[in-house]
């Protein structure tokens, strides 16, 4: 069960940042016993491999606070951050030990997909509620939010990692907010359609 939660966070932190919960995982596999990569994964603690995640991470935290310019990167990012919610989830032999099933182990790509549509959902979430702040704060939100979003990534990938049992607190809390930003986002189409006169 806690390599399932473990595999959960990953996904949702991968939402949010694609290459966060891959560095962390890539370093952790490297410098610790917390992680141990199963195989065919090793490439994820390639030194190489995490230079490359890092310069992407770098591009990512810097395009992402730019107003308008977020939007465009998360167009591009819909296939990004599903893909590493895969891997991140099946990296940390979550899929393979979830309730120790051996139909998981022998169905890797249940894994796959569990990650794929857990960053999925985050990420839609994200696309949906980033216009929304830009154009209520006239883009001065932008950088914040993306900074709490970095921040979020990060603090969720060490809870799936330490202290896993945290990571269904951490999805509730996830919900609650996506429920107020779609709630926000209706109100505000409610008003606009109020404003141009229609029912």
């Given amino acids: 069960?806690?390599?399932?939660?473990?595999?959960?966070?990953?996904?949702?932190?991968?939402?949010?940042?694609?290459?966060?919960?891959?560095?962390?995982?890539?370093?952790?596999?490297?410098?610790?016993?917390?992680?141990?990569?199963?195989?065919?994964?090793?490439?994820?603690?390639?030194?190489?491999?995490?230079?490359?995640?890092?310069?992407?991470?770098?591009?990512?935290?810097?395009?992402?606070?730019?107003?308008?310019?977020?939007?465009?990167?998360?167009?591009?990012?819909?296939?990004v951050r599903p893909a590493s919610g895969g891997v991140v989830f099946s990296a940390t032999s979550a899929a393979a030990e979830f309730e120790n099933s051996t139909w998981m182990t022998e169905h890797p790509w249940v894994g796959w997909l569990l990650g794929i549509g857990l960053a999925l959902v985050v990420h839609t979430i994200k696309t949906v509620a980033r216009p929304v702040v830009n154009v209520s704060t006239a883009g001065t939100g932008a950088p914040v939010v993306s900074a709490a979003e970095d921040a979020g990534a990060f603090g969720m990938s060490l809870i799936a990692i330490f202290l896993p049992v945290l990571v269904i607190l951490a999805l509730l809390l996830l919900a609650a907010l996506a429920w107020w930003v779609l709630r926000r986002v209706r109100r505000r189409r409610a008003r606009k359609r109020a404003a141009r006169g229609h029912p």
């Fill in 1 to 79: 069960m806690l390599a399932a939660l473990t595999g959960m966070g990953l996904s949702t932190a991968a939402g949010l940042n694609a290459y966060i919960p891959l560095l962390v995982v890539g370093v952790l596999a490297n410098f610790t016993d917390t992680v141990k990569l199963p195989d065919g994964y090793s490439w994820l603690s390639d030194w190489g491999v995490l230079a490359v995640i890092a310069v992407l991470l770098v591009a990512e935290m810097v395009l992402d606070k730019v107003p308008a310019v977020d939007s465009v990167n998360d167009a591009i990012q819909t296939v």
